[in-house]
């Protein structure tokens, strides 16, 4: 590589700038299930550990922060589902593990990308959004195909009920709801087991129907 083409690389983030980014995001990620996605940005900074100048140097506007956050949980959500596919020879089995831990990466926080204030025509979060989307539907299907389970729900009502199941409710004053998650995720994924015990009202929801409501 010639000498110019060294000269025109952009200087590599400092070890500490790449920390800080990851602490706001992180930060971000719990506060935006916890308390949506307009909670006060110096609370951001403050969860985080860093100042309110930090965190403005890495991202400029609240949107920026909002499109980071939704970026890192679809690829880690998405890494998830790709994982549980692979290494779990029961289908369902691979459903369920995703469930549980897409709770623990707090896909609550996903919510914002239905709003129709948030802004879905960046092309990483296509990208992003579409991988989590094909991942989550091998899930289903492989579930469906192997008759393990009932073939009236797909994909958006999956991850509906994730969002709903892993969210406090709005000004409770409960503390440590969070210990209730993975019981009553449980609950769900019970309900989800073939044979069906019940029909079920309306029509099942796919991602799809979720970005067009």
Request: aromatic letters at 4%; charged letters at 25%; hydrophobic letters at 45%.
């Amino acid at each position: 590589m010639s000498i110019a083409a060294e000269t025109r690389r952009p200087p590599r983030p400092r070890a500490d700038a790449l920390r800080n980014r990851e602490r706001i995001v992180s930060a971000a990620r719990e506060m935006f299930v916890e308390f949506g996605p307009e909670v006060p940005l110096d609370e951001i900074a403050r969860r985080a550990g860093i100042g309110n100048a930090t965190l403005y140097r890495h991202f400029p506007d609240r949107a920026v922060l909002i499109r980071e956050v939704v970026l890192s949980v679809l690829s880690r959500t998405t890494e998830q589902a790709d994982a549980a596919a692979a290494e779990e020879t029961d289908p369902f089995a691979a459903l369920r593990r995703f469930v549980h831990v897409a709770a623990d990466e707090r896909i609550g926080a996903l919510c914002p990308m239905l709003s129709g204030a948030f802004d879905t025509d960046h092309p990483d979060l296509h990208t992003g959004r579409d991988r989590l989307d094909a991942a989550v539907r091998g899930l289903v299907e492989a579930a469906q195909a192997a008759g393990r389970m009932r073939t009236d729900v797909a994909v958006g009502d999956l991850m509906v009920a994730l969002s709903q199941l892993t969210r406090p409710l709005p000004g409770t004053a409960c503390p440590n709801m969070d210990r209730f998650v993975h019981r009553h995720l449980q609950l769900f994924l019970d309900g989800l087991e073939a044979p069906a015990r019940s029909e079920l009202p309306g029509a099942a929801a796919t991602l799809e129907d979720l970005r067009t409501t």
